[in-house]
């Protein structure tokens, strides 16, 4: 399953971006590059999705599917438990999962950031 990492494009809250901020997405992709949602709906296995952010280090969470939202992650502290954990990004785009290509994450209290594609592997 292709790992997704995502890095801000720049914007209000980061304009020059940042290397220190990044969203790391396992996906299985379909034939034009997109996130599949036959196959997550298919697949038992968990989707991984880890957000590394300066002052809070490493949060581990998941890939969630919803075919009236489309694609989110949901991130865990420790103490949380994934069947309890909220949506925290949702994830917008309009095109295939290419490094150089942009997709908006919308933040739990609605803002909304440019993430660009940095790699796909």
Do not use: K
Request: proline residues 11%; contains cysteine.
């Amino acid at each position: 399953m292709p790992l997704v990492v995502l890095s801000p494009s720049g914007g209000s809250g980061l304009p020059e971006g940042s290397p220190e901020h990044r969203y790391e997405v396992q996906l299985t992709l379909d034939r034009q590059g997109f996130p599949d949602p036959a196959a997550w709906q298919a697949d038992s296995a968990t989707w991984h999705a880890r957000r590394f952010w300066p002052g809070q280090g490493l949060m581990d969470g998941d890939v969630v599917y919803d075919p009236d939202q489309g694609w989110a992650l949901r991130f865990f502290r420790r103490d949380d438990s994934p069947v309890d954990a909220p949506i925290q990004a949702v994830i917008r785009g309009s095109a295939p999962c290419r490094p150089g290509e942009n997709v908006t994450i919308s933040e739990p209290d609605g803002r909304e950031f440019a993430w660009r594609i940095v790699g796909v592997g």
